[in-house]
């Protein structure tokens, strides 16, 4: 006797919900739009008062001494490659497995990111992948807390200090994450996050980097307004008109509204790391046990902050691949995406002569990824949506 299977959306059968749950998206509250209108109505729209608050609390949330705000993640990575002093001739280590942003910040300045492979547990860069890529001429390794998942952060210390090598933090999916107690962001010599709508919490656009070394924040602070020296004092002394450009820098600026909805959105942090936590735990409880599913490792150092819920697909159990099985979720009204295509895959980087095959697990790992919607917005309903429709399709594809 065989059992029958459900109707799947995509073969004309009725979906698990009408209308599409995106993978993530914004929580605004009206307390957040009051904030924006009160700067709004205020003296300062750019390089005002909401700009420095908003860093004393950030700097505090993850216990660090400095943060820049700059206009994105990206920015942030810049910033603090640039603080760096990462020049042509450099290289980098960046993991082969992240958004294109983190390998893309040594290139703006002329120097080579070296990536490395991840583990194939958390889908974190591997240590020992990331000692095998030095070479004389590394000056930093760029560590990413994929999905949230912090990486074993005494490991890479140890690392770069062994080699006198600057750690750089990529935490654009790590705020609110902690190891061994610790909160991202008091970990690296930079720490850079993300306020794109899809992270923890938002500004529209923006980033933030953090820093215990003040002379790495004034140089991120310089950067960020055209590499115009920020020193008021000296300013002074010459006369007020007179500033100089001390070397090349952006206008990476961040506007006070933009601050002032990011510090709304930071009160909530707390509650909202909880939620995800939440989340996270049930989709863990109601896929325990599905054989045709390999859910996240949490290793025990971490508190993660789940940007993302990435489950991979035992290809082996099933008569589909990845592409099937993400095209019939999206028929089902769930929103799942992929989270990454490996960095040197993509056409820049082939064209500078990186070559498939030399990241194993990160070009096999992604064939079998999958990203859950998860967001601090989603209801109850809606994870149990995302539930049912992964028991659907995986029953309708089940060998
Ligand atoms: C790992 C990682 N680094 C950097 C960034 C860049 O952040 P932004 O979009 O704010 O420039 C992202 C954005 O998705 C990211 O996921």
């Known amino acids: ?9 995509i073969d004309g059968g009725p979906p698990v919900r009408q209308r599409l749950l995106p993978y ?18 205020g003296d300062w729209l750019t390089t005002g008062p909401a700009v420095k608050a908003f860093e004393e609390r950030f700097a505090a949330a993850v216990g660090a001494r400095h943060a820049v705000a700059v206009s994105s993640g990206t920015a942030a990575l810049h910033g603090a490659a640039h603080a760096l002093g990462l020049r042509p001739g450099d290289e ?10 983190t390998a893309n910040a ?55 200090a062994g080699q006198n090598l600057a750690l750089v933090s990529d935490a654009a999916h790590a705020l609110g994450a902690r190891y061994r107690g610790r909160p991202v962001g008091a970990l690296a010599t930079l720490t850079t996050f993300s306020l794109h709508p899809v992270k923890h ?20 602070r310089n950067f960020r307004n055209h590499g115009i020296t920020s020193d008021h ?7 007020s008109w007179w500033y100089e450009m001390r070397e090349l820098g952006f206008n990476y600026r961040l506007t006070d509204f933009q601050c002032a909805l990011a510090q709304s959105q930071l009160g909530k942090l707390t509650d909202w790391t909880a939620r995800r936590r939440a989340i996270a735990a049930r989709y863990t409880e109601a896929f325990a046990g599905v054989p045709e599913l390999e859910l996240p490792t949490v290793p025990g150092w971490a508190e993660p902050a789940w940007h993302l819920y990435v489950v991979r697909l035992n290809l082996e159990r099933l008569r589909a691949g990845r592409r099937e ?16 295509i490996p960095v040197p895959w993509h056409p820049y980087y082939q064209a500078l002569g ?30 149990e949506d995302t539930i049912a429709a992964v028991t659907k399709v995986l029953a309708a594809y089940r060998r």
């Open 354 to 383: 990186y070559r498939r095959g030399c990241w194993p697990v990160a070009e096999t790992e992604y064939e079998r990824m999958l990203s859950l919607p998860l967001w601090v917005g989603m209801t109850p309903a809606d994870v």
């Open 1 to 9: 006797m065989t059992r029958s299977r459900p109707v799947l959306a």
């Open 106 to 160: 040594m290139c703006y300045l002329g120097a080579r990111p070296v990536f490395a492979d991840v583990q194939r547990d958390t889908l974190n860069v591997d240590p020992a992948a990331v000692e095998a890529a030095l070479t004389p001429r590394t000056r930093a390794v760029f560590t990413v807390d994929f999905t949230g998942m912090p990486v074993d952060y005494d490991a890479f210390r140890e690392l770069a």
């Open 201 to 220: 919490i938002t500004a529209g656009e923006g980033g933030v980097v953090v820093t215990d070394d003040p002379e790495l924040a004034l140089r991120i």
């Open 92 to 101: 980098a280590v960046v993991p082969a497995l992240t958004f294109v942003a």
């Open 24 to 41: 993530a998206r914004q929580l605004i509250g009206e307390d957040d739009i009051a904030a924006v209108v009160t700067t709004l109505r």
């Open 325 to 340: 099985v993400f095209a019939a979720l999206r028929a089902e009204g769930i929103g799942v995406n992929v989270h990454y």
């Open 233 to 239: 004092h000296e300013r002074e002394a010459v006369g």
